[in-house]
């Protein structure tokens, strides 16, 4: 699935007939005084930026606004986040890791699915400003939002959730979507080369690139908490000094945060001024939760997060030389 410049041409023109109708369904709405399921008060979407290969996030109210809408590979940054600061019902346009940020929001009781319409759009990776794949799309291996209302294809085609569950075998269609592209080969790639290194020495290398910025922080769907750990003064989690015990701290502390929680869409790396790659630590520890509890985030709206719930029969790993459940009971251990 290369990005073919006509696909997105068409898709972004069937976006626009999408947008079209759920203004109008819902101007219509407003007209006759009725507050019924058409009624959309806000749609997130993208349109251009000033700088080239770069969008911005727009608010679209009224129909005469969406020949501004911008679609392409270069519809990059997040828009979920949005939706914590709007109220009323809200349209957005999701690629697969909004989607997945979505599934999130309901499954931590930020938003509810009642309030939310959105439009699932196929997607084959975002690019960076230079064309070159963002971080999150180069391993990425979903190409279809897990959750939507409406869905918009590459070829243009447009399905409702209804009809594309009908035969109720979503995850064979979604799974069927992730054929081998561009983006996976160079997964292959990028995992081998993320296996290498894991070491202190890497990790230090990293740090003494971090400037303290907390974009990182701002661009993550996962930290909207009112008051971040690193302001707190009572107590005081940070040193005075931003030196590397500071962005230990910081870095190390948000990595755990976003434990069974991270929707692996790069957007700390993508917005980083200083180009700190740090996120192969939170993608350990999602890996650490999808190998031993079978849990990835924002894939169920259904199912809570793994660090949540306890079973009994749970594995029991420790971080030094830990065994599991099994071979614990085998030496004749209790739980």
Not at 256 to 262: N, Q
Not at 291 to 307: F, M, Q
Request: glycine share 6%; proline share 4%.
């Amino acid at each position: 699935m290369e990005y073919n410049y006509d696909n997105l041409v068409q898709q972004k023109e069937q976006l626009k007939k999408v947008l079209k109708k759920i203004l109008s369904d819902s101007n219509a709405d407003n007209r006759n005084n009725m507050s019924g399921k058409n009624k959309i008060d806000l749609v997130l979407a993208y349109t251009d930026s000033e700088l080239n290969n770069t969008s911005i996030p727009f608010f679209i109210r009224n129909p005469n606004e969406i020949e501004k809408l911008k679609w392409d590979e270069y519809c990059s940054c997040t828009l979920a986040k949005y939706l914590l600061e709007k109220k009323g019902k809200i349209a957005i346009v999701a690629k697969p890791c909004d989607a997945r940020a979505l599934v999130m929001y309901m499954v931590e009781n930020q938003i509810t699915k009642d309030n939310v319409y959105i439009i699932g759009m196929e997607c084959g990776g975002m690019r960076t400003a230079n064309g070159l794949l963002s971080p999150g799309c180069i391993e990425c291996k979903i190409h279809i939002p897990l959750l939507f209302d409406v869905l918009i294809k590459q070829n243009g085609e447009i399905l409702a959730w209804e009809d594309y569950t009908k035969d109720n075998k979503l995850s064979d269609k979604l799974m069927s979507a992730n054929i081998e592209t561009e983006i996976n080969t160079q997964n292959k790639a990028f995992e081998g080369e993320e296996q290498k290194n894991l070491s202190l020495e890497r990790f230090k290398n990293e740090l003494d690139k971090c400037i303290l910025c907390f974009s990182c922080r701002q661009a993550c769907y996962g930290c909207y908490c009112p008051s971040c750990f690193v302001e707190s003064t009572m107590p005081s989690w940070l040193p005075a000094d931003p030196g590397r015990c500071a962005k230990m701290m910081y870095h190390l502390g948000r990595a755990m945060h976003l434990a069974g929680r991270c929707i692996e869409c790069g957007a700390c790396e993508r917005v980083c001024p200083s180009g700190v790659k740090i996120r192969y630590l939170i993608k350990e520890i999602t890996n650490f939760c999808e190998n031993v509890y079978g849990y990835k985030a924002g894939i169920d709206p259904a199912e809570s997060p793994v660090l949540v719930k306890y079973d009994k029969d749970d594995r029991e790993i420790g971080f030094l030389e830990g065994e599991d459940n099994e071979m614990h009971k085998s030496a004749g251990g209790t739980n």
